[in-house]
């Protein structure tokens, strides 16, 4: 009976990889990807153990329960099936090993079940998700009583009639942990191998950072993605390595907010687009207050639209924060699959929120989401005598001002940014009227187009100008011109404000004396910490300005977005409350009585919460008002 059992662990083999395969014949309709596999295949090991787990293990016990669960499983299978080697099979230390193994994949399964009971939690998906933890018992329950005949039960009558009980429980165990593979969240096993191997932004692994959106070829008859078969083939892999497990939709401020998106929602809309199977097989939580839609799907068949698998509200509802992003232990690429769809419904279709195709037309016009003249943006700081750092001309710093110098409030920030830099000495210029926007809000909207334009002019005007580096009070203008400008063409040192001014303050430059105000809490800027990883300067510029500082509960790479970003607030977007106003809470809750910021939408986020609230100051406005004068 043992002969028996091994040949359905075999069997069990076969028909998987045939899945397997059919999997792989799916995704091959989507659009080629260059892929290194020699070194993805080498790096698996360690992109599975290593970075996959440390995200695995932010969420309590979660390392503990996946080792144990996908561990005995894989393990217990593996050393059943090797034990068609006779030398290993008729060996009772081999099966006491596998003893050992299956007896872990058992306690894996009770932790499966036990996240699941006496209440599933939201963020989790039923269905077949349920099926998962009995499913595992059953497999690792047989190979655990078939490991005991051969290793402690030599009278043969027992031996036998356990044996045929184990039998029959593997051979249900492995029906249900095919039908979980085929069409439920087993298909991870093999879809997250892939996709780790595969990965888009093989950069990330090993502790790296890489946030750039990739520049499109206009020339594509495709621009974008429209329908599943649009994305490239090891994306569409990625789609079905969600394991459900709803860490995005814990993150995600927008869905927190109820906007009408769900990160995980998102995802999966997609992967059912693109197996055609419809809404009824996703068991997670819905995007909040989305429509309902068609649900028609197919690898050729649009995915967004009232008729498709995900409601265009869905679409212009992220932020493009990244947290979604930062949380997923399969590190699928939610914001470039929006951005992706969102480039498809502007380029082939026209197709965005009223507010933002206005800002698209000022932007093609004036070279200004908002339309003002250009000549305005630096009035905030004519009182400065700042120099305007003409064509042929050179200097040490060019201090990229950026969208928010048109604010008046944002004015302040900039004006005592400036104030610290002639402090310390610095040489330094603006643009003046020459500066015209980074694109950075087209290319979020999916404007492609439009972005490269406006960074053809940016580039030619830079070129014709020297100088050895740009700072920016603006985390957006950093992103776009340190990390997308160069697969244009341009290439220079970006500095955030606050990585300068932390330069300045270690090298003696400024010299500053913490100041006794109440308790001061940075809020971190998504583009300044998920997508450029620059979380310390500030924090150490906050302590040196002043006395008290606390942290909110989400800070640093996991921090809060404001709401700001992504287009979101030129998107005409619903929601039940405003992101904002949930930071805020969280600033209250740990106590700050001043929120310190580093961006101007930011700013203008968090100024814009109604009621009791902790002020909103710049950090270059504390770091001025500490700064000790001769």
């Known amino acids: 009976m043992a002969w028996l059992m091994i040949g359905l662990v075999w069997l069990l083999g076969a028909a998987v990889l045939v899945g397997a395969g059919r999997f792989a014949r799916l995704w091959s309709h989507g659009r080629p990807a260059r892929i290194d596999w020699t070194r993805g295949l080498l790096a698996l090991p360690r992109r599975y153990l290593v970075d996959v787990h440390h995200v695995v293990e932010r969420r309590p016990g979660a390392g503990r329960m996946h080792v144990l669960a996908a561990g005995g499983l894989l393990g217990s299978l593996v050393l059943v099936a090797l034990a068609l080697v006779p030398p290993l099979g008729h060996s009772r230390f081999y099966w006491a090993l596998v003893l050992l193994v299956s007896l872990g994949g058992l306690v894996g399964a009770a932790l499966v079940r036990a996240r699941r009971v006496p209440v599933r939690p939201s963020y989790l998906s039923g269905g077949m998700f349920n099926w998962l933890a009995p499913v595992l018992a059953a497999v690792t329950g047989a190979i655990f009583l078939l490991a005991a005949c051969q290793v402690a039960l030599p009278a043969a009558l027992l031996q036998q009639d356990i044996t045929v009980f184990a039998t029959g429980l593997l051979a249900v165990g492995a029906v249900g942990l095919l039908a979980v593979f085929l069409s439920g969240p087993m298909r991870h096993a093999f879809a997250g191998s892939t996709w780790l191997v595969t990965h888009s932004r093989p950069a990330r692994f090993g502790g790296g950072r890489d946030t750039a959106l990739r520049p499109l070829d206009l020339d594509q008859p495709v621009l974008g993605a429209v329908t599943p078969g649009d994305f490239a083939w090891n994306v569409l892999s990625s789609f079905d390595a969600c394991i459900q497990c709803g860490r995005c939709e814990e993150a995600c401020p927008a869905f927190a907010a109820g906007q009408r998106l769900n990160p995980k929602a998102?995802?999966?809309?997609?992967?059912?687009?693109?197996?055609?199977?419809?809404?009824?097989?996703?068991?997670?939580?819905?995007?909040?207050?989305?429509?309902?839609?068609?649900?028609?799907?197919?690898?050729?068949?649009?995915?967004?639209?009232?008729?498709?698998?995900?409601?265009?509200?869905?679409?212009?509802?992220?932020?493009?924060?990244?947290?979604?992003?930062?949380?997923?232990?399969?590190?699928?690429?939610?914001?470039?699959?929006?951005?992706?769809?969102?480039?498809?419904?502007?380029?082939?279709?026209?197709?965005?929120?009223?507010?933002?195709a206005q800002a698209l037309r000022h932007m093609r016009d004036?070279?200004?989401?908002?339309?003002?003249?250009?000549?305005?943006?630096?009035?905030?700081?004519?009182?400065?005598?700042?120099?305007?750092?003409?064509?042929?001309?050179?200097?040490?710093?060019?201090?990229?001002?950026?969208?928010?110098?048109?604010?008046?409030?944002?004015?302040?920030?900039?004006?005592?940014?400036?104030?610290?830099?002639?402090?310390?000495?610095?040489?330094?210029?603006?643009?003046?009227?020459?500066?015209?926007?980074?694109?950075?809000?087209?290319?979020?909207?999916?404007?492609?187009?439009?972005?490269?334009?406006?960074?053809?002019?940016?580039?030619?005007?830079?070129?014709?100008?020297?100088?050895?580096?740009?700072?920016?009070?603006?985390?957006?203008?950093?992103?776009?011109?340190?990390?997308?400008?160069?697969?244009?063409?341009?290439?220079?040192?970006?500095?955030?404000?606050?990585?300068?001014?932390?330069?300045?303050?270690?090298?003696?430059?400024?010299?500053?004396?913490?100041?006794?105000?109440?308790?001061?809490?940075?809020?971190?800027?998504?583009?300044?910490?998920?997508?450029?990883?620059?979380?310390?300067?500030?924090?150490?510029?906050?302590?040196?300005?002043?006395?008290?500082?606390?942290?909110?509960?989400?800070?640093?790479?996991?921090?809060?977005?404001?709401?700001?970003?992504?287009?979101?607030?030129?998107?005409?977007?619903?929601?039940?409350?405003?992101?904002?106003?949930?930071?805020?809470?969280?600033?209250?809750?740990?106590?700050?009585?001043?929120?310190?910021?580093?961006?101007?939408?930011?700013?203008?986020?968090?100024?814009?919460?109604?009621?009791?609230?902790?002020?909103?100051?710049?950090?270059?406005?504390?770091?001025?008002?500490?700064?000790?004068?001769?």
């Not at 687009?273 to 649009?302: E, F, I, L, Q």
């Not at 914001?335 to 082939?348: E, K, N, S």
């Not at 490269?452 to 920016?472: E, H, K, N, P, Y």
């Open 266 to 356: 998102l995802i999966q809309g997609v992967a059912r687009a693109m197996h055609d199977d419809g809404w009824a097989s996703y068991t997670g939580s819905p995007a909040p207050n989305a429509p309902p839609v068609g649900g028609h799907g197919g690898m050729d068949s649009p995915v967004v639209g009232v008729e498709a698998m995900i409601h265009p509200d869905t679409l212009w509802a992220c932020t493009t924060c990244r947290a979604c992003v930062e949380e997923c232990p399969m590190m699928i690429e939610h914001v470039d699959t929006v951005i992706d769809l969102r480039r498809g419904q502007a380029l082939m279709h026209g197709d965005v929120r009223p507010g933002a």
């Open 366 to 630: 004036s070279a200004e989401p908002g339309g003002r003249p250009l000549s305005e943006r630096a009035d905030a700081l004519a009182a400065l005598d700042v120099p305007v750092l003409g064509e042929g001309e050179e200097t040490d710093i060019l201090l990229w001002l950026g969208e928010g110098a048109y604010d008046r409030r944002y004015g302040r920030s900039l004006q005592a940014l400036v104030r610290l830099m002639q402090h310390a000495g610095l040489r330094f210029a603006i643009l003046g009227a020459a500066e015209t926007d980074s694109g950075d809000l087209a290319r979020r909207l999916g404007d492609e187009a439009t972005f490269q334009m406006l960074a053809r002019d940016v580039i030619a005007t830079l070129g014709s100008r020297r100088f050895s580096r740009i700072v920016t009070a603006d985390p957006h203008s950093l992103h776009v011109l340190r990390n997308e400008y160069p697969a244009l063409g341009g290439q220079w040192t970006v500095m955030h404000h606050t990585a300068l001014l932390d330069e300045l303050v270690g090298s003696g430059r400024l010299t500053l004396s913490a100041r006794d105000l109440p308790p001061v809490a940075w809020h971190d800027p998504c583009y300044l910490a998920r997508y450029n990883g620059e979380t310390e300067a500030p924090r150490r510029l906050l302590s040196a300005a002043c006395s008290r500082t606390v942290e909110m509960e989400r800070h640093g790479t996991r921090a809060m977005c404001c709401g700001g970003g992504g287009g979101n607030p030129v998107s005409d977007v619903d929601a039940q409350e405003r992101i904002p106003d949930l930071r805020m809470g969280q600033a209250q809750d740990a106590g700050a009585q001043i929120v310190a910021v580093g961006c101007p939408g930011c700013t203008a986020m968090l100024e814009g919460v109604t009621g009791a609230r902790p002020e909103v100051r710049d950090i270059a406005e504390l770091v001025l008002d500490a700064m000790v004068r001769p």
